[in-house]
């Protein structure tokens, strides 16, 4: 009996310190997809209290809070900083490498939209053809030309 006393207790010496500690979560699961297209990415973000995301590369994005809640933000090299929002409010974020933490002890929800860059545009100017272009709306004809006279 003093035997199985013994391995219980061992056995819940090796439960009890598993159980307590709780996966950090990866960035697939702190963010859930709602629209994605050729110029934007939505991303519902949900980050528990302590909750850490390693370090990513992130587009140009705007966060659009759903709760009130402040976001650490640790840049490489650089001294971390916080970004604090109320629900409601929208904060720009620049284009960067960054990991980020909810260090407060309330789950951070918020809307994250990523802008994807778009391909240039090649600038309206003068064709190389021969073509005329079109005259613009409004825009008024020029006269014909004469003919030219000649003798003889």
Do not use: C, H
């Not at 005259?135 to 003919?147: N, Q, Y």
Request: proline share 9%.
């Amino acid at each position: 009996m003093n035997r199985i006393v013994s391995l219980l207790l061992i056995g819940m010496a090796f439960v009890v310190p598993a159980s307590a500690q709780q996966p950090k979560p990866s960035a697939e699961q702190a963010f859930r997809s709602l629209l994605e297209n050729d110029q934007v990415n939505v991303k519902e973000l949900r980050l528990r209290p302590g909750a850490k995301i390693a370090p990513a590369t992130y587009p140009n994005s705007f966060i659009y809070g759903l709760t009130e809640g402040a976001i650490v933000v640790t840049l490489p090299g650089k001294t971390p900083y916080e970004v604090s929002f109320r629900a409601g409010e929208a904060v720009w974020i620049p284009s960067q490498l960054t990991a980020t933490a909810n260090e407060t002890d309330k789950e951070i929800r918020a809307l994250v939209v990523e802008i994807k860059q778009k391909a240039s545009v090649a600038p309206r100017g003068k064709s190389k053809s021969k073509a005329k272009a079109a005259p613009k709306a409004g825009a008024k004809a020029a006269p014909a030309a004469k003919p030219k006279k000649t003798s003889g």
